[in-house]
């Protein structure tokens, strides 16, 4: 085999090795780029082709044809990465540039949900209450005649029995017309001393600018020896004056429950928009009457006590001004978002 044959053979790998570097620097992106690896890397590449050439030439002439190839090879490959590396480095910096955050824009809003005006009355009156040292309880909206009337010393011929106040259910039942029940119910359960507050809904057919036929009330009662009508009046003094403020007017009268004797109703002066004013009624409250301490066992030779029953609608009206009950229970947006 003539020598004429391994020259050729180098000179073609050489000039191959050039044409490559030009076709590299050339290629517009990573697809073309992996074009040219094909090309001449590749299983049928040309370097694969020269490589199948030396079995033309002589055994101690293919190492060193060998060697060039390889060398030529190698040149290739590592354009081919420098290339890629460009490439890639080009492409992260468009992104940085495309994916910039701008901090100077403003936030998303998330708009925040928040407790409705009587949830959160509720929660006031009956966290003052607990401060001072009263248990939480709840009863039943559902109620029969024993707990919403008789045991509170409310007679059969009583209006408040009416069907026109109070609704019935079919089977005897009835919807509780007060908080007063869940008295009864706690007393039956504990043993004095003991005070107790009771939120819950109570219902009444009734219906106008300040009456709903579902409504909120809190109760709230503490029976021991010894308890006074000036205990009633410290504590209620105290829990208007912690819910209103200090300097909201508020007279104390005298009232009639059957199931307190003495009764006091407590007003709440009103500040109207027009600048007219008036007293509102906001809760009735007295001494535990005997009979109601007899039917839960207690003996009332032993035990006094004092019960109140708040309407939380009328305390969260005149706190926020709000002059109409049903705007309460409308889920109108704008009117909750206010509070
Ligand atoms: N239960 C009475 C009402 O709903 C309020 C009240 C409660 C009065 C406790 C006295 C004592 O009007």
């Given at each position: ?313 009328r305390f969260a009206m005149l706190r926020s001004g709000v002059d109409n009950i049903h705007a309460f229970y ?10």
């Amino acid at each position: 085999m003539s020598d004429g044959e391994l020259e050729s053979l180098i000179a073609r790998a050489r000039e191959l090795g050039e044409v490559a570097g030009g076709r590299i620097a050339a290629a517009a992106d990573l697809p073309a780029l992996e074009n040219e690896r094909v090309a001449w890397l590749g299983k049928k590449g040309e370097m694969a082709g020269l490589m199948r050439r030396l079995g033309s030439l002589t055994p101690d002439q293919r190492p060193q044809a060998g060697q060039v190839i390889n060398e030529v090879k190698e040149a290739i490959s590592g354009r081919i990465d420098r290339r890629r590396a460009e490439f890639e480095k080009a492409e992260r910096s468009r992104r940085l540039v495309g994916e910039k955050l701008d901090i100077t824009l403003p936030g998303r809003p998330h708009p925040r949900g928040r407790l409705h005006p009587l949830t959160q009355a509720v929660r006031d009156i009956v966290g003052i209450l607990r401060d001072i040292g009263f248990d939480e309880v709840r009863g039943p909206d559902l109620e029969d005649e024993f707990h919403n009337f008789e045991a509170l010393n409310i007679p059969a011929d009583h209006p408040a029995r009416d069907m026109q106040d109070t609704f019935y259910l079919a089977g005897g039942g009835l919807l509780r017309t007060h908080t007063s029940p869940v008295q009864i119910r706690a007393m039956k359960g504990r043993k004095p001393p003991l005070a107790v507050v009771a939120p819950g809904r109570v219902y009444r057919c009734d219906a106008d600018q300040t009456h709903s036929p579902m409504f909120t009330q809190v109760e709230g009662f503490m029976v021991a020896e010894d308890i006074r009508m000036s205990d009633l009046k410290g504590v209620l003094e105290l829990l208007l004056q912690r819910f209103f403020g200090k300097d909201r007017p508020y007279r104390m009268r005298p009232s009639f429950f059957p199931f307190t004797e003495p009764s006091a109703e407590f007003d709440i002066l009103w500040e109207k928009d027009d600048g007219s004013t008036s007293w509102l009624e906001v809760l009735g409250s007295g001494m535990i009457h005997p009979a109601v301490l007899e039917a839960v066992g207690y003996d009332p030779q032993k035990y006094t006590g004092f019960a109140f029953g708040l309407g939380v609608e009328r305390f969260a009206m005149l706190r926020s001004g709000v002059d109409n009950i049903h705007a309460f229970y409308e889920n109108d947006q704008r009117f909750l978002r206010q509070f």
